[in-house]
């Protein structure tokens, strides 16, 4: 999977709707594994040479995605992943140890210019919601500003795996409630795309973790891309979210990035404020599209 989001991105561009390998693909398969088996919920599609022609996720909030390669698409492949999303979604339903509150309708998301996976999603049924997810680009080749902290903050990279609960932490009450616990921080700490020197935290004088931006690159495709960033709310209105953005922007175009990316719900005023004061600019809009049961 990794090698062929990589090589769709090479073919398409940055902005085609394919997964980045850290903060799609990682980040996203590390939340769900708290939830479900990823041998359930994630299907392969293969060519009659086995090579990878796309995949399916059926996410824990009842969302699915399909990534098909782009020679491949709107030949068929494209149904049979809707059909096999339907099984697990009606298997969802109908299973007692999922919570109540987390069975929902089948929804999923699609760019904005992508006319023919909103045609195709609007033929099976699915309608389209009004509240969009924002998606953000900036070219490394305009300047960085330093970062500007409080006096006795600081920006770095997390030290080390002697951080885990101080940055969990730190995760957790930006994002409360959150999945994420001390033990899992430091599975996703051990993956091959994590790299603790772009899990950029803005650190008060007492040594907590007051906001991060976590990093993710693409060196192959020169890309990078922020996902998640937060504040703690006892820290927020203080620029250390920016601090952090700035800083994690510098040292991504030091591993070869030339462009970063960045994604936030349409109606985060605060995020979208603040991504703007970096630098990013939006690039296209993500069609949310639900299905009732």
């Known amino acids: 999977m990794r090698a062929f989001l990589i090589d769709v991105r090479r073919d398409t561009g940055h902005y085609a709707g394919y997964w980045h390998i850290g903060a799609g693909l990682t980040w996203r398969t590390f939340l ?23 995949f399916a996720i059926f996410g824990d909030d009842f969302s699915m995605d399909m990534q098909v390669r782009p020679d491949a ?39 904005a210019e992508d ?3 909103i045609a195709f999603l609007e033929r099976y049924g699915f309608t389209r919601g009004d509240k969009p997810y924002l998606r953000f680009a900036r070219s490394l080749g305009e300047p960085i500003a330093a970062p500007r ?29 959150s999945r994420i616990t001390d033990e899992g921080y430091a599975r996703l700490m051990r993956m091959s ?14 040594g907590v973790i007051a906001a991060y931006a976590m990093g993710w690159v693409d060196r192959a495709n020169e890309v990078g891309e922020f996902e998640p960033v ?59 599209f639900t299905r009732h049961h």
């Not at 994590?194 to 650190?203: C, F, G, M, Q």
């Not at 700035?246 to 070869?256: N, P, T």
């Open 32 to 54: 769900m594994s708290f939830r479900v088996d990823l041998r359930t919920n994630i299907r392969l599609w293969e060519d009659a040479a086995g090579a990878l022609i796309g």
């Open 73 to 111: 698409r709107w030949q068929g492949v494209e149904q049979e992943m809707l059909v096999w999303a339907e099984t697990r979604w009606r298997e969802g339903m109908d299973d007692p140890t999922i919570p109540c509150e987390r069975k929902r309708h089948l929804f999923a998301g699609t760019l």
């Open 115 to 117: 006319a023919p996976r």
């Open 149 to 177: 902290l409080p006096d006795g903050f600081g920006v770095r990279g997390v030290a080390g795996e002697h951080e885990i609960t101080n940055r969990a932490n730190a995760h957790r009450e930006a994002f409360h409630p």
């Open 193 to 206: 795309e994590y790299d603790r020197a772009l899990d950029v935290v803005a650190v008060a004088p007492d």
């Open 230 to 288: 937060g504040t703690r709310p006892t820290f927020e209105r203080r620029g250390l979210a920016r601090a952090a953005l700035l800083e994690g922007l510098a040292r991504m175009k030091a591993r070869g990035a030339e462009t970063v990316l960045v994604s936030t719900g349409g109606t985060e005023t605060g995020a979208i404020r603040l991504y703007e004061s970096v630098g990013f600019e939006i690039v296209n809009q993500e069609l949310t």
